[in-house]
């Protein structure tokens, strides 16, 4: 599957953003779908992931009740709904897939290419 994500920009903090990432290739909703960031100089971390039918998500604690991940399987998309941002959440954002849930980016079998988020303070 291939998968392009956007979305990413400036923003102020207290401000939100909507990422998108768009799926193309095999069946999207045979898939595990989720959100990864990676700040300059720091290791991937996992921020939210979504089981195939929508029905359980799953997210890092620094992003509860802050950010939504959300799927349209029909629209072979996947969305990140970021509220409240901190200048801590300032990162490239990448969407991704796998066949079963994990919070492991190795085991993701898929990437889009990362969009950029900047919260500025």
């Known amino acids: 599957v291939q998968l392009q994500a956007s979305g990413g920009g400036l923003v102020q903090t207290g401000g939100s953003l909507r990422l998108s990432c768009a799926a193309s290739?095999?069946?999207?909703?045979?898939?595990?779908l989720g959100w990864f960031r990676q700040a300059p100089g720091k290791e991937r971390e996992f921020v939210a992931a979504i089981m195939r039918s929508g029905g359980s998500t799953y997210y890092e604690d620094s992003v509860k009740g802050r950010f939504a991940i959300s799927r349209d399987n029909a629209k072979n998309t996947l969305y990140l709904q970021m509220n409240s941002l901190k200048p801590e959440d300032t990162a490239v954002y990448y969407c991704a897939a796998a066949r079963f849930y994990t919070r492991t980016h190795s085991s993701y079998d898929y990437w889009g290419q990362g969009t950029l988020v900047t919260v500025s303070s």
């Open positions: 290739g095999r069946t999207f909703s045979n898939y595990v």
